[in-house]
């Protein structure tokens, strides 16, 4: 996902962490580089199979900058979420 302003939004169906676990997915987001500079990489969000895992499908991005998708698994009964994320 790429917003106006050139930052690149996606997630990672493994990694990241949360607290000592290991493993359940990203949103992630690369900050446009001013000038020359180069993307800086910055993490919105890590799974923690509670609130979702392996995230997967497209982000949607709203008029006031919210990320919205879906995880494969994770949630209260494993079979995935909808999620938002404010960057």
Do not use: C, H, Q, W
């Amino acid at each position: 996902m790429l917003d106006a302003d050139g930052n690149i939004y996606g997630t990672t169906v493994i990694g990241g962490k949360f607290g000592s676990r290991y493993g359940d997915g990203t949103i992630f987001e690369l900050v446009a580089p001013l000038g020359n500079g180069r993307y800086k990489e910055k993490v919105l969000r890590n799974f923690d199979g509670r609130d979702g895992s392996d995230p997967m499908g497209n982000l949607f991005l709203d008029e006031s900058g919210n990320l919205y998708g879906t995880t494969y698994s994770g949630g209260s009964s494993s079979a995935g979420v909808v999620f938002e994320v404010t960057p």
